[in-house]
Protein backbone atom coordinates (compact mmCIF):
# COMPACT_ATOMS: atom_id res chain seq x y z
CA UNK A 1 0.00 0.00 0.00
CA UNK A 2 1.64 3.11 -0.76
CA UNK A 3 -0.36 6.61 -0.11
CA UNK A 4 -1.00 10.22 -2.35
CA UNK A 5 -0.34 13.96 -1.04
CA UNK A 6 -2.56 16.72 -3.57
CA UNK A 7 -0.50 19.57 -2.68
CA UNK A 8 -2.38 22.89 -3.06
CA UNK A 9 -2.16 26.29 -2.45
CA UNK A 10 -2.01 29.97 -3.73
CA UNK A 11 -0.01 30.80 -7.27
CA UNK A 12 3.42 32.06 -6.84
CA UNK A 13 4.02 29.97 -3.17
CA UNK A 14 7.16 27.72 -4.44
CA UNK A 15 4.20 24.83 -4.81
CA UNK A 16 6.38 23.31 -7.77
CA UNK A 17 9.51 24.33 -6.60
CA UNK A 18 8.74 22.44 -3.60
CA UNK A 19 7.69 19.68 -6.28
CA UNK A 20 10.72 19.47 -7.46
CA UNK A 21 12.85 19.43 -4.92
CA UNK A 22 11.13 16.51 -3.05
CA UNK A 23 10.84 13.95 -6.10
CA UNK A 24 13.67 15.43 -7.92
CA UNK A 25 11.37 15.87 -11.10
CA UNK A 26 11.90 19.25 -13.31
CA UNK A 27 8.96 20.90 -13.71
CA UNK A 28 7.80 24.18 -14.89
CA UNK A 29 8.43 26.72 -11.72
CA UNK A 30 8.79 30.37 -12.84
CA UNK A 31 7.10 33.65 -11.24
CA UNK A 32 3.73 33.36 -13.01
CA UNK A 33 0.20 32.50 -12.11
CA UNK A 34 -1.11 29.36 -13.51
CA UNK A 35 2.56 28.00 -14.68
CA UNK A 36 1.49 24.68 -13.48
CA UNK A 37 -1.94 23.23 -16.06
CA UNK A 38 -1.29 19.92 -16.07
CA UNK A 39 -1.28 17.95 -12.98
CA UNK A 40 2.60 17.25 -12.21
CA UNK A 41 2.89 13.73 -10.58
CA UNK A 42 6.33 12.00 -8.94
CA UNK A 43 6.57 8.78 -6.93
CA UNK A 44 8.68 8.83 -4.65
CA UNK A 45 10.81 5.97 -2.63
CA UNK A 46 10.33 6.83 1.05
CA UNK A 47 13.48 6.73 3.20
CA UNK A 48 14.15 4.10 5.34
CA UNK A 49 17.22 3.10 6.70
CA UNK A 50 16.05 0.05 8.25
CA UNK A 51 16.00 -1.72 4.76
CA UNK A 52 19.60 -1.69 3.67
CA UNK A 53 20.73 -2.94 6.93
CA UNK A 54 18.31 -6.09 7.07
CA UNK A 55 19.14 -6.46 3.12
CA UNK A 56 22.92 -7.06 4.16
CA UNK A 57 22.09 -9.74 6.44
CA UNK A 58 19.60 -11.17 4.78
CA UNK A 59 21.78 -11.23 1.31
CA UNK A 60 18.98 -9.64 -0.53
CA UNK A 61 19.36 -9.22 -4.18
CA UNK A 62 16.76 -6.17 -4.32
CA UNK A 63 15.70 -3.16 -1.59
CA UNK A 64 12.23 -2.02 -2.40
CA UNK A 65 10.78 0.79 -0.48
CA UNK A 66 7.36 1.63 0.06
CA UNK A 67 6.13 5.24 -1.77
CA UNK A 68 4.48 7.97 -1.61
CA UNK A 69 2.83 9.79 -4.58
CA UNK A 70 2.67 14.03 -4.84
CA UNK A 71 0.58 15.59 -7.21
CA UNK A 72 1.00 18.74 -7.78
CA UNK A 73 -1.91 21.18 -9.18
CA UNK A 74 -2.10 24.26 -10.63
CA UNK A 75 -2.41 27.57 -8.06
CA UNK A 76 -6.11 28.25 -6.54
CA UNK A 77 -7.08 32.36 -6.74
CA UNK A 78 -9.72 33.72 -4.52
CA UNK A 79 -13.01 33.14 -7.01
CA UNK A 80 -11.48 29.94 -7.99
CA UNK A 81 -14.90 28.26 -7.56
CA UNK A 82 -16.53 31.28 -9.42
CA UNK A 83 -14.22 30.61 -12.64
CA UNK A 84 -11.47 33.37 -11.68
CA UNK A 85 -8.23 32.60 -12.35
CA UNK A 86 -8.04 28.88 -14.71
CA UNK A 87 -11.12 28.46 -11.86
CA UNK A 88 -11.31 25.33 -9.88
CA UNK A 89 -11.58 22.79 -12.76
CA UNK A 90 -7.87 21.11 -11.31
CA UNK A 91 -9.14 20.28 -7.71
CA UNK A 92 -10.56 17.07 -9.97
CA UNK A 93 -6.80 15.67 -10.05
CA UNK A 94 -6.91 15.28 -5.94
CA UNK A 95 -9.83 13.81 -5.37
CA UNK A 96 -8.70 10.89 -5.10
CA UNK A 97 -5.92 11.30 -2.84
CA UNK A 98 -5.46 10.34 0.74
CA UNK A 99 -4.41 13.54 2.31
CA UNK A 100 -3.98 16.99 1.23
CA UNK A 101 -1.12 19.08 1.59
CA UNK A 102 -1.79 23.38 1.79
CA UNK A 103 1.61 25.04 0.74
CA UNK A 104 1.31 28.77 2.57
CA UNK A 105 3.84 31.46 1.62
CA UNK A 106 5.89 32.50 4.76
CA UNK A 107 8.99 33.33 2.68
CA UNK A 108 9.53 36.90 1.44
CA UNK A 109 11.40 37.70 -1.91
CA UNK A 110 10.31 40.65 -3.92
CA UNK A 111 11.66 39.03 -7.25
CA UNK A 112 8.46 36.93 -6.55
CA UNK A 113 5.05 38.06 -6.88
CA UNK A 114 2.57 37.71 -4.49
CA UNK A 115 -1.24 37.68 -5.67
CA UNK A 116 -2.34 39.81 -3.04
CA UNK A 117 0.56 41.93 -2.96
CA UNK A 118 1.71 41.10 0.45
CA UNK A 119 2.24 38.16 2.86
CA UNK A 120 -0.49 37.20 5.04
CA UNK A 121 -0.14 33.50 5.43
CA UNK A 122 -3.58 33.34 7.50
CA UNK A 123 -5.45 34.78 4.84
CA UNK A 124 -4.10 32.66 2.07
CA UNK A 125 -4.68 29.81 4.20
CA UNK A 126 -8.84 31.06 4.45
CA UNK A 127 -8.63 31.80 0.83
CA UNK A 128 -7.39 28.38 -0.11
CA UNK A 129 -9.80 26.42 2.17
CA UNK A 130 -12.87 28.66 1.45
CA UNK A 131 -11.89 27.64 -2.19
CA UNK A 132 -12.13 23.61 -1.31
CA UNK A 133 -15.43 24.02 1.04
CA UNK A 134 -17.18 25.72 -2.32
CA UNK A 135 -15.97 22.79 -4.56
CA UNK A 136 -17.16 20.30 -2.03
CA UNK A 137 -20.76 22.80 -1.08
CA UNK A 138 -21.12 22.13 -4.72
CA UNK A 139 -20.83 18.55 -5.28
CA UNK A 140 -23.13 17.64 -1.87
CA UNK A 141 -25.81 20.48 -3.03
CA UNK A 142 -25.81 18.46 -6.53
CA UNK A 143 -25.64 15.19 -4.76
CA UNK A 144 -28.27 16.09 -2.26
CA UNK A 145 -30.65 17.13 -5.30
CA UNK A 146 -30.67 13.91 -6.76
CA UNK A 147 -31.01 11.75 -3.52
CA UNK A 148 -34.18 14.23 -2.98
CA UNK A 149 -35.61 13.31 -6.01
CA UNK A 150 -34.87 9.95 -5.64
CA UNK A 151 -37.07 9.85 -3.28
CA UNK A 152 -39.91 11.15 -4.07
CA UNK A 153 -43.26 9.49 -3.37
CA UNK A 154 -41.64 6.75 -1.57
CA UNK A 155 -39.69 6.09 1.93
CA UNK A 156 -36.34 4.63 1.44
CA UNK A 157 -34.36 3.51 4.40
CA UNK A 158 -30.66 4.14 2.46
CA UNK A 159 -31.77 7.06 0.87
CA UNK A 160 -33.01 8.47 3.90
CA UNK A 161 -29.56 7.79 5.85
CA UNK A 162 -27.52 9.68 2.49
CA UNK A 163 -29.89 12.67 2.91
CA UNK A 164 -29.64 12.84 6.01
CA UNK A 165 -25.42 12.96 6.21
CA UNK A 166 -25.59 15.12 3.13
CA UNK A 167 -27.63 17.82 4.70
CA UNK A 168 -25.46 17.69 7.88
CA UNK A 169 -22.57 18.11 4.91
CA UNK A 170 -24.12 20.80 3.15
CA UNK A 171 -24.79 23.13 6.82
CA UNK A 172 -21.35 22.15 7.69
CA UNK A 173 -20.11 23.63 4.20
CA UNK A 174 -22.63 26.37 4.16
CA UNK A 175 -20.75 27.82 7.27
CA UNK A 176 -17.19 27.58 5.63
CA UNK A 177 -16.24 25.42 7.98
CA UNK A 178 -14.43 21.85 7.04
CA UNK A 179 -15.51 18.53 6.35
CA UNK A 180 -12.61 17.07 8.21
CA UNK A 181 -14.04 18.71 12.07
CA UNK A 182 -17.00 16.26 11.49
CA UNK A 183 -17.26 13.98 14.10
CA UNK A 184 -18.75 10.67 11.68
CA UNK A 185 -19.48 7.73 12.15
CA UNK A 186 -18.08 4.83 9.87
CA UNK A 187 -21.20 4.11 7.93
CA UNK A 188 -21.62 8.42 7.24
CA UNK A 189 -17.95 8.06 6.29
CA UNK A 190 -18.71 5.33 3.62
CA UNK A 191 -21.52 7.07 1.89
CA UNK A 192 -19.43 9.94 1.62
CA UNK A 193 -16.73 8.38 0.39
CA UNK A 194 -18.08 7.81 -2.94
CA UNK A 195 -18.08 11.48 -3.66
CA UNK A 196 -14.53 12.08 -3.10
CA UNK A 197 -14.92 15.13 -1.57
CA UNK A 198 -12.05 17.42 -0.86
CA UNK A 199 -12.20 18.69 2.82
CA UNK A 200 -12.93 15.57 3.82
CA UNK A 201 -9.29 14.68 3.55
CA UNK A 202 -6.68 15.30 6.27
CA UNK A 203 -4.89 18.40 6.03
CA UNK A 204 -1.15 19.49 6.27
CA UNK A 205 -0.11 22.80 6.23
CA UNK A 206 3.43 23.61 5.08
CA UNK A 207 5.13 26.86 5.19
CA UNK A 208 7.52 27.48 2.87
CA UNK A 209 9.64 29.85 4.99
CA UNK A 210 13.15 31.70 4.61
CA UNK A 211 16.59 30.40 4.69
CA UNK A 212 17.42 32.57 8.03
CA UNK A 213 14.47 30.86 9.61
CA UNK A 214 15.51 27.49 8.97
CA UNK A 215 15.99 25.56 12.48
CA UNK A 216 14.19 28.49 14.21
CA UNK A 217 10.94 28.22 16.37
CA UNK A 218 8.93 31.24 14.51
CA UNK A 219 5.71 30.31 16.20
CA UNK A 220 3.47 27.93 13.67
CA UNK A 221 0.40 26.28 14.47
CA UNK A 222 0.47 23.05 16.08
CA UNK A 223 0.41 20.01 13.10
CA UNK A 224 1.79 22.62 10.73
CA UNK A 225 5.74 21.27 9.37
CA UNK A 226 7.88 24.42 7.89
CA UNK A 227 9.68 23.31 4.77
CA UNK A 228 12.13 25.95 2.80
CA UNK A 229 11.64 24.77 -0.90
CA UNK A 230 14.61 26.65 -1.67
CA UNK A 231 17.15 24.99 0.21
CA UNK A 232 15.16 21.57 -0.15
CA UNK A 233 15.76 22.50 -4.06
CA UNK A 234 19.49 22.74 -4.00
CA UNK A 235 19.48 19.74 -1.88
CA UNK A 236 17.60 17.81 -4.66
CA UNK A 237 21.03 18.46 -6.69
CA UNK A 238 23.16 17.16 -4.38
CA UNK A 239 24.80 13.72 -3.84
CA UNK A 240 23.07 12.10 -0.75
CA UNK A 241 26.69 12.15 1.09
CA UNK A 242 26.74 15.91 0.14
CA UNK A 243 23.24 16.48 1.25
CA UNK A 244 23.65 14.74 4.59
CA UNK A 245 27.05 17.03 5.08
CA UNK A 246 24.71 20.08 3.66
CA UNK A 247 22.02 19.40 6.67
CA UNK A 248 24.53 19.05 9.40
CA UNK A 249 25.95 22.65 8.35
CA UNK A 250 22.30 23.82 8.41
CA UNK A 251 21.70 22.14 11.62
CA UNK A 252 18.91 20.49 10.24
CA UNK A 253 17.81 16.92 11.39
CA UNK A 254 15.80 15.61 8.31
CA UNK A 255 15.26 16.40 5.06
CA UNK A 256 11.80 18.26 3.85
CA UNK A 257 10.81 15.10 2.51
CA UNK A 258 11.10 13.19 5.55
CA UNK A 259 9.92 15.70 7.48
CA UNK A 260 7.06 15.88 5.09
CA UNK A 261 6.78 12.16 5.35
CA UNK A 262 6.87 11.71 8.83
CA UNK A 263 3.72 13.89 9.39
CA UNK A 264 1.97 12.40 6.41
CA UNK A 265 2.62 8.79 8.53
CA UNK A 266 1.30 10.49 11.76
CA UNK A 267 -1.56 12.19 9.87
CA UNK A 268 -2.72 9.14 8.04
CA UNK A 269 -2.37 6.75 10.98
CA UNK A 270 0.36 4.48 9.54
CA UNK A 271 3.22 2.21 9.96
CA UNK A 272 5.61 -0.37 8.01
CA UNK A 273 6.15 -3.63 8.21
CA UNK A 274 8.82 -5.66 6.79
CA UNK A 275 9.86 -8.76 4.61
CA UNK A 276 13.25 -9.73 4.34
CA UNK A 277 14.73 -12.43 2.58
CA UNK A 278 17.53 -13.54 -0.62
CA UNK A 279 15.20 -12.28 -3.17
CA UNK A 280 14.51 -8.95 -1.79
CA UNK A 281 14.05 -6.82 1.42
CA UNK A 282 10.64 -4.71 1.21
CA UNK A 283 8.69 -2.15 3.36
CA UNK A 284 4.90 -2.39 3.47
CA UNK A 285 2.58 0.75 4.93
CA UNK A 286 -0.36 -0.43 6.68
CA UNK A 287 -2.88 1.63 9.07
CA UNK A 288 -1.79 1.46 12.53
CA UNK A 289 -4.31 -1.20 14.23
CA UNK A 290 -4.14 -3.71 11.02
CA UNK A 291 -4.62 -7.27 12.37
CA UNK A 292 -1.77 -9.44 10.87
CA UNK A 293 -4.43 -10.91 8.13
CA UNK A 294 -5.01 -7.86 6.72
CA UNK A 295 -1.42 -6.75 6.59
CA UNK A 296 -1.09 -10.16 4.57
CA UNK A 297 -3.45 -8.65 2.04
CA UNK A 298 -1.06 -5.68 1.09
CA UNK A 299 1.27 -8.30 -0.01
CA UNK A 300 -1.46 -9.94 -2.13
CA UNK A 301 -4.93 -10.90 -1.47
CA UNK A 302 -4.40 -14.55 -1.70
CA UNK A 303 -2.75 -14.22 1.47
CA UNK A 304 -5.65 -12.44 3.52
CA UNK A 305 -7.89 -15.16 2.47
CA UNK A 306 -5.99 -17.87 3.12
CA UNK A 307 -3.72 -16.86 6.48
CA UNK A 308 -2.68 -19.30 9.30
CA UNK A 309 0.17 -17.41 10.96
CA UNK A 310 2.77 -15.03 10.93
CA UNK A 311 6.28 -15.40 12.25
CA UNK A 312 7.57 -12.20 13.43
CA UNK A 313 10.68 -10.92 15.00
CA UNK A 314 11.33 -6.55 15.42
CA UNK A 315 13.55 -5.47 13.14
CA UNK A 316 16.01 -4.18 15.82
CA UNK A 317 16.03 -7.79 17.47
CA UNK A 318 16.57 -9.52 13.80
CA UNK A 319 19.64 -7.20 12.95
CA UNK A 320 20.98 -7.55 16.39
CA UNK A 321 20.46 -11.49 16.31
CA UNK A 322 21.98 -11.39 12.67
CA UNK A 323 19.42 -13.25 10.52
CA UNK A 324 16.24 -15.08 10.62
CA UNK A 325 17.45 -18.57 11.48
CA UNK A 326 19.39 -16.93 14.33
CA UNK A 327 16.31 -15.20 16.05
CA UNK A 328 14.46 -18.44 15.89
CA UNK A 329 17.61 -19.95 17.48
CA UNK A 330 17.60 -17.52 20.11
CA UNK A 331 13.78 -17.75 20.88
CA UNK A 332 12.97 -14.10 19.22
CA UNK A 333 10.59 -15.57 16.95
CA UNK A 334 6.84 -15.45 17.96
CA UNK A 335 4.47 -17.36 16.18
CA UNK A 336 1.02 -15.02 15.44
CA UNK A 337 -2.12 -15.85 14.53
CA UNK A 338 -5.55 -13.41 12.93
CA UNK A 339 -5.83 -11.64 16.03
CA UNK A 340 -2.48 -10.13 16.06
CA UNK A 341 -1.97 -6.69 15.59
CA UNK A 342 0.91 -5.54 13.16
CA UNK A 343 3.51 -3.04 14.92
CA UNK A 344 5.34 -0.16 13.32
CA UNK A 345 9.20 -1.92 12.63
CA UNK A 346 7.98 -6.29 12.90
CA UNK A 347 9.87 -8.32 10.25
CA UNK A 348 7.46 -10.62 9.02
CA UNK A 349 7.26 -14.34 6.95
CA UNK A 350 3.48 -15.09 6.48
CA UNK A 351 2.00 -18.56 6.01
CA UNK A 352 -1.03 -19.32 4.14
CA UNK A 353 -3.13 -21.99 1.81
Known amino acids: ?????GIVGLPNVGKSTLFQALTRNKVEASNYPFCTIDPNVGVVPVPDPRLEKLAEISKSAKIIPTTIEFVDIAGLVKG??????????????IREVDAIVQVVRRFKDTNVTHVHGEINPDYDKQIINLELILADLDTVSKHLSKVIAKMKGSYDKILDKEKVILEKCQETLEKNELLNTLDLEPEEKKILHQLNLLTTKPFIYLYNIDENDIGKDIGLPDGSIAICAKTEAELADLEEGEAKEYLKEL?????????LIV???KLLNLI?????????TRAWTVTDGAKAPQAAGVIHTDFEAGFIRAEIINWQTLLDDGGWNQGKEA???R?????????DGDTVHFHFN
Open 1 to 5: MSFSL
Open 80 to 93: ASEGEGLGNKFLSH
Open 251 to 259: GIEKSGLES
Open 263 to 265: ASY
Open 272 to 280: TFITTGPEE
Open 331 to 333: GHM
Open 335 to 343: MEGKEYIIK
